[in-house]
């Protein structure tokens, strides 16, 4: 069983940047497609970003593509969500996830971590 813990949350000013990272333990993440979702106050845990297991495929959803980068580092056992130009709207807890498709859907995530809040002032 893999366990994820995520990382690198935090306050900052629209347009400004963070860094996610997401620790995988338990195992290494050999074939395991990656993920990152997130979830608003009041709203739906929604999809950002995925990478395959190879790291040859991304995913973005419309909203951050152009302004997000996933990546992963398979000897680190650890993935990457590099987030710049934020705005108020991506204020969320950020949840990294595993899973099946590399096309990832939250139904079926086998794994989340617990999360991480990213609050963007404006």
């Known amino acids: 069983q893999v366990r994820l813990v995520e990382s690198g949350g935090g306050l900052v000013q629209a347009g400004g940047s963070l860094r996610l990272s997401c620790a995988a333990s338990?195992?290494?993440?050999?074939?395991?497609?990656m993920g990152w979702f997130r979830q608003a106050p009041g709203k739906e845990r929604e999809f950002v970003a995925a990478?395959?297991?190879?790291?040859?495929?991304?995913y973005y959803a419309d909203s951050v593509k152009g302004r997000f980068t996933i990546s992963r580092d398979n000897a680190k056992n650890t993935v990457y969500l590099q987030m710049y130009s934020l705005k108020s709207e991506d204020t969320a807890v950020y949840y990294c996830?595993?899973?099946?498709?590399?096309?990832?859907?939250?139904?079926?995530?086998?794994?989340w971590g617990q999360g991480t809040l990213v609050t963007v002032s404006s």
């Open positions: 990478i395959s297991w190879t790291g040859r495929s991304t």
């Open positions: 338990g195992r290494t993440l050999g074939s395991d497609n």
């Open positions: 996830a595993a899973g099946p498709r590399a096309d990832m859907h939250a139904g079926d995530v086998y794994a």
